[in-house]
Protein backbone atom coordinates (compact mmCIF):
# COMPACT_ATOMS: atom_id res chain seq x y z
CA UNK A 1 0.00 0.00 0.00
CA UNK A 2 1.10 3.53 -0.49
CA UNK A 3 2.56 5.47 2.08
CA UNK A 4 4.07 2.12 3.96
CA UNK A 5 7.25 2.47 2.58
CA UNK A 6 9.14 5.82 3.26
CA UNK A 7 11.75 5.82 0.71
CA UNK A 8 11.17 4.08 -3.01
CA UNK A 9 14.35 4.26 -5.44
CA UNK A 10 13.64 3.41 -8.98
CA UNK A 11 16.68 1.85 -11.13
CA UNK A 12 16.32 1.76 -14.43
CA UNK A 13 18.15 -1.14 -15.63
CA UNK A 14 19.11 -1.64 -19.69
CA UNK A 15 21.89 -4.08 -20.40
CA UNK A 16 23.62 -3.78 -17.02
CA UNK A 17 23.93 -7.51 -15.72
CA UNK A 18 27.65 -6.85 -15.01
CA UNK A 19 27.11 -3.90 -12.83
CA UNK A 20 23.15 -4.05 -11.46
CA UNK A 21 24.58 -6.72 -8.19
CA UNK A 22 27.78 -4.34 -7.32
CA UNK A 23 25.06 -1.19 -7.34
CA UNK A 24 22.35 -2.61 -5.40
CA UNK A 25 25.00 -3.87 -2.81
CA UNK A 26 25.84 -0.94 -2.60
CA UNK A 27 22.93 0.85 -2.03
CA UNK A 28 21.83 -1.55 0.24
CA UNK A 29 24.98 -0.79 2.70
CA UNK A 30 24.76 2.87 1.89
CA UNK A 31 20.86 2.20 3.21
CA UNK A 32 22.03 0.81 6.38
CA UNK A 33 24.01 3.70 7.29
CA UNK A 34 21.02 6.31 6.71
CA UNK A 35 18.69 6.25 9.94
CA UNK A 36 15.98 8.84 8.31
CA UNK A 37 15.31 5.49 5.94
CA UNK A 38 13.33 3.45 8.53
CA UNK A 39 11.66 1.48 5.45
CA UNK A 40 12.49 1.36 1.93
CA UNK A 41 11.99 -0.16 -1.62
CA UNK A 42 14.33 -0.91 -4.48
CA UNK A 43 12.28 -1.02 -7.68
CA UNK A 44 14.21 -2.39 -10.32
CA UNK A 45 12.89 -2.07 -14.10
CA UNK A 46 14.42 -4.17 -16.61
CA UNK A 47 14.04 -2.52 -19.63
CA UNK A 48 13.79 -5.21 -21.73
CA UNK A 49 17.37 -5.86 -21.84
CA UNK A 50 19.14 -9.11 -23.56
CA UNK A 51 22.26 -9.40 -21.74
CA UNK A 52 20.89 -11.35 -18.37
CA UNK A 53 20.23 -8.47 -16.80
CA UNK A 54 16.36 -9.71 -16.24
CA UNK A 55 18.08 -12.70 -14.51
CA UNK A 56 20.32 -10.80 -12.08
CA UNK A 57 17.68 -8.79 -10.91
CA UNK A 58 15.52 -11.67 -10.24
CA UNK A 59 17.97 -13.40 -8.02
CA UNK A 60 18.58 -10.34 -6.54
CA UNK A 61 14.83 -9.86 -5.76
CA UNK A 62 14.58 -13.23 -4.53
CA UNK A 63 17.64 -13.14 -2.07
CA UNK A 64 15.76 -9.64 -0.65
CA UNK A 65 11.90 -8.78 0.17
CA UNK A 66 12.86 -4.96 -0.08
CA UNK A 67 13.66 -5.54 -3.79
CA UNK A 68 10.84 -5.56 -6.65
CA UNK A 69 11.55 -6.04 -10.24
CA UNK A 70 9.10 -4.71 -12.63
CA UNK A 71 10.11 -6.60 -16.17
CA UNK A 72 9.51 -4.69 -19.92
CA UNK A 73 9.22 -7.14 -22.73
CA UNK A 74 10.81 -4.98 -25.12
CA UNK A 75 13.11 -1.82 -24.87
CA UNK A 76 11.32 1.37 -24.27
CA UNK A 77 13.75 4.22 -23.27
CA UNK A 78 15.41 5.75 -20.22
CA UNK A 79 12.22 7.74 -19.46
CA UNK A 80 9.62 4.54 -20.29
CA UNK A 81 11.62 2.52 -17.52
CA UNK A 82 11.52 5.74 -14.98
CA UNK A 83 7.63 5.88 -15.67
CA UNK A 84 6.83 2.47 -15.29
CA UNK A 85 8.99 2.76 -11.86
CA UNK A 86 7.36 5.96 -10.79
CA UNK A 87 4.01 4.82 -11.12
CA UNK A 88 4.36 1.49 -9.66
CA UNK A 89 5.88 3.16 -6.43
CA UNK A 90 4.69 2.70 -3.10
CA UNK A 91 7.21 5.26 -1.11
CA UNK A 92 6.22 8.29 0.19
CA UNK A 93 8.88 9.81 -1.12
CA UNK A 94 10.46 8.44 -4.45
CA UNK A 95 13.97 8.76 -6.02
CA UNK A 96 16.05 7.46 -8.90
CA UNK A 97 19.64 6.05 -9.34
CA UNK A 98 21.15 4.28 -12.61
CA UNK A 99 21.99 0.83 -12.60
CA UNK A 100 25.60 1.98 -13.86
CA UNK A 101 27.52 3.46 -10.92
CA UNK A 102 27.39 6.89 -12.08
CA UNK A 103 25.43 8.10 -9.16
CA UNK A 104 26.68 6.93 -5.17
CA UNK A 105 24.02 5.59 -3.54
CA UNK A 106 25.06 7.40 0.08
CA UNK A 107 24.81 11.14 -1.94
CA UNK A 108 21.30 10.12 -2.72
CA UNK A 109 20.62 8.99 0.74
CA UNK A 110 22.23 12.49 2.37
CA UNK A 111 20.09 14.62 0.20
CA UNK A 112 16.91 12.50 1.37
CA UNK A 113 18.09 13.23 4.98
CA UNK A 114 18.77 16.95 4.34
CA UNK A 115 15.64 17.68 2.37
CA UNK A 116 13.65 18.44 5.22
CA UNK A 117 10.35 19.86 5.07
CA UNK A 118 10.32 20.42 0.91
CA UNK A 119 8.46 18.87 -1.75
CA UNK A 120 11.31 18.08 -3.95
CA UNK A 121 15.08 17.81 -3.36
CA UNK A 122 17.31 18.58 -6.31
CA UNK A 123 20.90 16.97 -6.71
CA UNK A 124 23.12 20.31 -8.64
CA UNK A 125 25.63 18.07 -10.66
CA UNK A 126 28.97 18.75 -10.10
CA UNK A 127 31.65 17.09 -12.38
CA UNK A 128 34.34 16.52 -15.11
CA UNK A 129 33.57 15.80 -18.44
CA UNK A 130 35.25 14.62 -22.06
CA UNK A 131 34.95 16.96 -24.79
CA UNK A 132 32.56 14.69 -26.32
CA UNK A 133 30.15 14.75 -23.61
CA UNK A 134 30.23 18.63 -23.29
CA UNK A 135 29.55 18.79 -26.88
CA UNK A 136 26.37 16.98 -26.19
CA UNK A 137 25.05 18.85 -23.24
CA UNK A 138 25.64 22.02 -24.94
CA UNK A 139 23.83 20.98 -27.97
CA UNK A 140 20.70 19.43 -25.41
CA UNK A 141 20.85 22.96 -23.66
CA UNK A 142 20.42 24.59 -27.00
CA UNK A 143 17.78 22.52 -27.96
CA UNK A 144 15.48 22.96 -24.42
CA UNK A 145 16.55 26.96 -24.70
CA UNK A 146 14.91 27.29 -28.19
CA UNK A 147 12.11 24.49 -27.79
CA UNK A 148 11.22 25.22 -24.11
CA UNK A 149 12.27 28.76 -23.61
CA UNK A 150 14.50 27.62 -20.75
CA UNK A 151 17.05 25.61 -19.59
CA UNK A 152 16.87 24.06 -15.78
CA UNK A 153 19.66 23.74 -13.29
CA UNK A 154 21.99 20.54 -13.89
CA UNK A 155 19.89 18.33 -12.11
CA UNK A 156 21.49 14.73 -11.91
CA UNK A 157 19.33 13.12 -9.62
CA UNK A 158 16.14 14.41 -7.23
CA UNK A 159 13.69 13.19 -4.71
CA UNK A 160 10.06 13.77 -4.69
CA UNK A 161 7.09 13.20 -2.72
CA UNK A 162 5.48 10.44 -4.36
CA UNK A 163 1.77 11.45 -3.84
CA UNK A 164 3.01 14.21 -6.08
CA UNK A 165 4.73 12.04 -8.48
CA UNK A 166 2.26 9.58 -9.11
CA UNK A 167 -0.65 12.42 -9.81
CA UNK A 168 1.91 13.37 -12.53
CA UNK A 169 0.74 12.37 -16.23
CA UNK A 170 4.72 11.71 -17.82
CA UNK A 171 4.75 11.32 -21.48
CA UNK A 172 8.64 11.11 -22.30
CA UNK A 173 10.55 7.77 -22.87
CA UNK A 174 13.36 9.78 -22.64
CA UNK A 175 15.85 11.31 -19.75
CA UNK A 176 13.26 13.81 -19.99
CA UNK A 177 11.08 12.02 -18.22
CA UNK A 178 12.73 13.66 -15.52
CA UNK A 179 12.68 17.21 -16.46
CA UNK A 180 8.45 16.49 -16.65
CA UNK A 181 8.32 15.90 -13.22
CA UNK A 182 10.59 19.30 -12.17
CA UNK A 183 7.99 20.99 -14.75
CA UNK A 184 5.13 19.96 -12.68
CA UNK A 185 6.64 20.70 -9.31
CA UNK A 186 7.20 24.49 -10.46
CA UNK A 187 3.51 24.14 -11.79
CA UNK A 188 2.37 23.19 -8.54
CA UNK A 189 3.68 25.81 -6.44
CA UNK A 190 5.46 23.02 -4.54
CA UNK A 191 9.21 24.22 -2.09
CA UNK A 192 12.28 23.05 -3.19
CA UNK A 193 15.74 22.56 -1.77
CA UNK A 194 19.02 21.75 -3.18
CA UNK A 195 22.16 20.39 -2.60
CA UNK A 196 25.81 19.64 -4.45
CA UNK A 197 26.21 15.89 -6.05
CA UNK A 198 29.14 14.45 -8.02
CA UNK A 199 29.43 12.00 -10.25
CA UNK A 200 31.69 9.09 -11.27
CA UNK A 201 32.59 6.90 -14.29
CA UNK A 202 30.32 4.20 -14.94
CA UNK A 203 31.63 0.74 -13.53
CA UNK A 204 31.65 -1.04 -16.94
CA UNK A 205 30.44 -0.78 -20.56
CA UNK A 206 29.04 2.32 -22.86
CA UNK A 207 26.39 5.02 -21.15
CA UNK A 208 23.02 4.34 -22.77
CA UNK A 209 22.10 7.80 -22.84
CA UNK A 210 24.80 9.91 -23.73
CA UNK A 211 24.93 9.29 -27.61
CA UNK A 212 23.09 11.48 -30.75
CA UNK A 213 20.55 8.87 -31.21
CA UNK A 214 19.26 9.56 -28.09
CA UNK A 215 19.79 13.45 -28.69
CA UNK A 216 17.29 12.95 -31.83
CA UNK A 217 15.17 11.23 -29.83
CA UNK A 218 15.32 13.97 -27.38
CA UNK A 219 14.55 16.57 -29.95
CA UNK A 220 11.18 14.82 -30.71
CA UNK A 221 10.01 14.15 -27.23
CA UNK A 222 11.16 18.09 -26.32
CA UNK A 223 8.51 18.89 -29.11
CA UNK A 224 5.84 17.09 -27.78
CA UNK A 225 6.62 18.22 -24.15
CA UNK A 226 6.29 21.94 -25.24
CA UNK A 227 2.72 21.57 -26.54
CA UNK A 228 1.72 19.49 -23.06
CA UNK A 229 3.77 22.28 -21.03
CA UNK A 230 1.11 24.55 -22.66
CA UNK A 231 -1.97 22.35 -22.19
CA UNK A 232 -0.99 21.68 -18.66
CA UNK A 233 -0.37 25.63 -17.92
CA UNK A 234 -3.65 26.14 -19.67
CA UNK A 235 -5.34 23.68 -17.68
CA UNK A 236 -3.75 24.95 -14.54
CA UNK A 237 -4.67 28.61 -14.43
CA UNK A 238 -8.38 27.98 -15.31
CA UNK A 239 -8.54 25.46 -12.45
CA UNK A 240 -6.45 28.38 -10.37
Not at 60 to 77: D, Q, T, W, Y
Not at 224 to 240: D, G, M, P, T, V
Request: hydrophobic share 45%.
Amino acid sequence: MSGDVTLTIVMPAYNEAANLAPVVKELLDAIAKQPKVDSFEILIVDDGSRDGTAEAADALAASNSAIRVVHHPENRGFGGALRTGFSASRGRYVTSITADGEIEPAQVLGLFAAMGDADMMLGLRERTVSTYRNVLTFGLNLLMRLILGFVPDATTMFIVRGDLLRRMELQSNTGLANLEVLMYCRMWGCRFATGPTQVRPRLSGESKVTNVPTMVRTFWEMAKLRRALRRRQAAHAEAA
